[in-house]
């Protein structure tokens, strides 16, 4: 097998696999090192030709931002403009009223301006101040659909 001054090396695999790289070749060789080939076998498609029917043409700039405008249904908006509003009229009426009781703390800024440590103290005074139009409070379910509805606004059409 091999000459007295070269140390003999065991073989730890006995199959070896090449892969054609060429595209006008489609086939696998895999290899016996002991014997020559052991079995040819075609290749499956290749990635460009599997990608190409995953992925849809490049959009432009304006159909991205029609894609983004369309991504709520009209109910959804329709939602958070009245979260959006209700919140606004809550934290200009609380404002008011802070303006003339000491123990009530004003919070500055809109909706859309507020840092997260604002928004987080007044929407939880928002959530356990907040009334029906009759005075009646809210049920768990419109409480949680009012809050989603703002984090709707926040994160999706804000960016926060």
Request: hydrophobic share 35%; glycine share 4%.
């Amino acid at each position: 097998m091999s000459s007295e001054s070269e140390p003999e090396i065991p073989l730890t695999q006995t199959t070896y696999c090449v892969i054609s790289e060429d595209i006008n070749e489609d086939f696998v060789l895999n290899l016996d090192l002991k014997g020559g080939i052991r079995k040819i076998k075609r290749r499956k498609k290749t990635k460009e030709k599997a990608e190409s029917k995953r992925f849809a043409a490049p959009k432009t700039d304006e159909e991205v931002n029609i894609f983004a405008s369309d991504r709520f249904s009209g109910s959804t908006r329709a939602k958070c403009k009245w979260a959006v509003n209700l919140f606004e009229v809550w934290l200009n009426e609380r404002n008011s009223k802070a303006d003339f009781k000491s123990e009530i703390c004003v919070i500055s800024g809109d909706l859309v301006n507020m840092d997260n440590a604002t928004l987080s103290y007044s929407l939880s005074c928002f959530v356990t101040e907040v009334r029906k139009c009759n005075g009646e409070e809210y049920c768990g379910n419109s409480l949680y659909g009012l809050t989603q509805s703002l984090k709707v606004f926040a994160v999706f059409l804000m960016g926060k």
